[in-house]
């Protein structure tokens, strides 16, 4: 027996996350039960349940979101999860994060800054440095490609406009969206977002590729330069 003296099979079958999921359903578990399964296994010294309530735990204000950017080096320094398990983890994240993405896509406006936001906000919400993504459309407002271009600090002077019309002119689009994040969580432009965007768009301009917006992602929250009228 683990040293918390609980084993999961000292449960009822009805409350253990595995049959609850069959009975009920994945919604029918809390975070720390779909944690113990993508675990599957505990430590000599605690079940896979304990383990996962402490792991959220360790997560900020026992966040779960805080999970996703604990990254492989901070989950492996938690005890109990070693790489295999990290790596389980990570995935499950990702793949999480890919279904939203594809979903968002399915029914995306992309004449809709707030929509668009909402689309790029799982994968750049929690990012540590920043990152600059380009969204090219066609004449109809339909995806062609989209690619993240820069990652790092931004500044005007870094972002390429040579670089991303060569994609856009190569993928025949008529409009772009350019997209970035702050990790600070405050997404309000900096002299450098504005002298970017103005960059951008004149280059645009001139090979006949209009730049629609300028989007900035922060922690649930974004700023569009076309919604504040700064195009």
Known sequence: MNKDGFRMKDLPQEARPYEKCITNGAMSLSDAELLAILLRTGTKE?????????????????????????????????????????VQLLSAIELGRRLMTAELRERLSFTSPEQIAAYFMPRLKDEKQENV???????????????????GTVRASLISPREI??????????????????????????????SMTVRIRDSGKLVGIELLDHIIIGDQTYVSFC?????
């Open 165 to 194: 019309f060569i994609t856009a002119l190569e993928k025949e689009a008529v409009y772009l969206f350019l997209l970035h994040n702050h990790p600070s969580g405050d997404p309000t432009p900096s002299n450098d977002d504005f």
């Open 46 to 86: 605690e079940s896979s349940i304990t383990l996962a309530y402490r792991i959220l735990s360790e997560c900020a204000d026992g966040d779960l979101a805080a999970l996703c950017r604990l990254g492989a080096d901070k989950l492996c320094r938690i005890k109990g999860i070693g790489k295999v398990k990290a």
């Open 133 to 151: 993504w380009i969204l090219l459309l066609d004449g109809k407002c339909r995806v062609l490609h989209e690619e993240k271009i820069y990652e």
């Open 227 to 231: 919604e504040k009228g700064f195009m």
